[in-house]
């Protein structure tokens, strides 16, 4: 018997959309005369099961995210989601209406109480999980893009920052909260790719939205951003920076692995929004390592240089 993708796919209503850096496959297509969206997960069963579960907690916690149209009860490893029409917040102009909830959203997030009474398994961005990013960022931006080594006094200050940041409190956090991640439809907002949701260094969403690699926010905004996770948390701005940058090598990582390995050449722009941001953290002197702190200055010079002439 034909499973109920095969038979889906066979009636012809369902198109592929280009997915950015995610293992999962999409499809826009019509499900019972409504436009959906089709998932379907590489690992199977389990995170299609996830993704269930978390998206139904977010919509229980107020979070605009598209709500699950179809499941299936068996092994298939694909579901489908309402289709949501709009634009990334990347492709438009800034608004100031629409930002405010893009910083209402994140506030949700972090005040999400999630247990295990909500049976949903919840990763923590703990240390060793920063000190893996840092590790990414080492070996596909700095040695795999810019082709500079690194030395193991400033690989020990990189560690030394995921150590400071893990101390800091923590609370639920979206992972991946930036302007490739929200559409905006007729005046509101829907957050996506949120299966990566876990507990993490509390104000990284905020961080992640003040480092974004995807869309030049206003100076004035960036800068509420910050005042924003500093009265709403109650947190100092050394540890809402060192978080921000944290965040900031990571996504690098990223960016230079899609460039490299995947031959995606859009995330130099990318590279060089990133570039600007990471010149504004070296300066507020939150990286105690002098040897760290000299070899970012001198990799953010590279950047400036190779790639904005």
Same mark, same amino acid.
């Given at each position: 018997?034909?499973?109920?993708?095969?038979?889906?796919?066979?009636?012809?209503?369902?198109?592929?959309?280009?997915?950015?850096?995610?293992?999962?496959?999409?499809?826009?297509?019509?499900?019972?005369?409504?436009?959906?969206?089709?998932?379907?997960?590489?690992?199977?069963?389990?995170?299609?099961?996830?993704?269930?579960?978390?998206?139904?907690?977010?919509?229980?916690?107020?979070?605009?995210?598209?709500?699950?149209?179809?499941?299936?009860?068996?092994?298939?490893?694909?579901?489908?989601?309402?289709?949501?029409?709009?634009?990334?917040?990347?492709?438009?102009?800034?608004?100031?209406?629409?930002?405010?909830?893009?910083i209402e959203e994140a506030k949700k997030f972090s005040l999400a109480q999630i247990d295990s009474t909500?049976?949903?398994?919840?990763?923590?961005?703990?240390?060793?999980?920063?000190?893996?990013?840092?590790?990414?960022?080492?070996?596909?931006?700095?040695?795999?893009?810019?082709?500079?080594?690194?030395?193991?006094?400033?690989?020990?200050?990189?560690?030394?920052?995921?150590?400071?940041?893990?101390?800091?409190?923590?609370?639920?956090?979206?992972?991946?909260? *930036?302007?490739?991640?929200?559409?905006?439809?007729?005046?509101? #907002?829907?957050?996506?790719? &949120?299966? =990566?949701? /876990? $507990? %993490?260094?509390?104000?990284?969403?905020?961080?992640?939205?003040?480092?974004?690699?995807?869309?030049?926010?206003?100076?004035?905004?960036?800068?509420?951003?910050?005042?924003?996770?500093?009265?709403?948390?109650?947190?100092?701005?050394?540890?809402?920076?060192?978080?921000?940058?944290?965040?900031?090598?990571?996504?690098?990582?990223?960016?230079?692995?899609?460039?490299? *390995?995947?031959?995606?050449?859009?995330?130099?722009?990318?590279? #060089?929004?990133?570039?600007? &941001?990471? =010149?504004? /953290? $070296? %300066?507020?002197?939150?990286?105690?390592?002098?040897?760290?702190?000299?070899?970012?200055?001198?990799?953010?010079?590279?950047?400036?240089?190779?790639?904005?002439?």
């Amino acid at each position: 018997m034909a499973s109920k993708l095969s038979e889906m796919f066979s009636e012809g209503n369902f198109i592929p959309l280009k997915a950015h850096a995610s293992t999962k496959k999409f499809f826009s297509g019509t499900f019972k005369g409504t436009n959906c969206l089709l998932i379907v997960f590489e690992l199977g069963k389990e995170e299609r099961e996830h993704f269930c579960k978390l998206t139904n907690f977010l919509l229980s916690q107020g979070i605009s995210v598209p709500k699950i149209i179809y499941s299936p009860d068996n092994e298939e490893p694909f579901l489908i989601t309402e289709f949501v029409s709009g634009r990334l917040l990347s492709q438009k102009p800034f608004d100031e209406i629409i930002f405010e909830k893009v910083i209402e959203e994140a506030k949700k997030f972090s005040l999400a109480q999630i247990d295990s009474t909500n049976n949903i398994k919840i990763s923590i961005l703990d240390r060793d999980r920063m000190k893996y990013e840092l590790n990414f960022f080492v070996l596909h931006f700095c040695e795999g893009f810019s082709n500079e080594t690194v030395d193991d006094e400033t690989k020990r200050g990189l560690n030394i920052l995921a150590e400071e940041v893990d101390s800091f409190p923590k609370s639920f956090c979206h992972r991946d909260y *930036h302007s490739e991640n929200i559409i905006v439809k007729k005046g509101n #907002i829907f957050v996506l790719d &949120y299966q =990566d949701a /876990l $507990i %993490a260094p509390r104000t990284y969403d905020f961080a992640s939205l003040y480092v974004d690699g995807y869309f030049d926010f206003p100076k004035r905004e960036r800068e509420s951003i910050k005042n924003y996770a500093l009265s709403h948390f109650g947190a100092s701005e050394e540890e809402f920076l060192k978080t921000a940058l944290q965040r900031l090598l990571k996504a690098l990582g990223t960016f230079g692995f899609q460039i490299v *390995h995947r031959k995606k050449a859009k995330y130099i722009a990318s590279v #060089i929004r990133s570039a600007q &941001y990471l =010149d504004e /953290l $070296i %300066a507020s002197n939150i990286v105690e390592s002098e040897k760290t702190r000299n070899y970012l200055k001198a990799l953010k010079n590279k950047i400036t240089s190779e790639l904005c002439g």
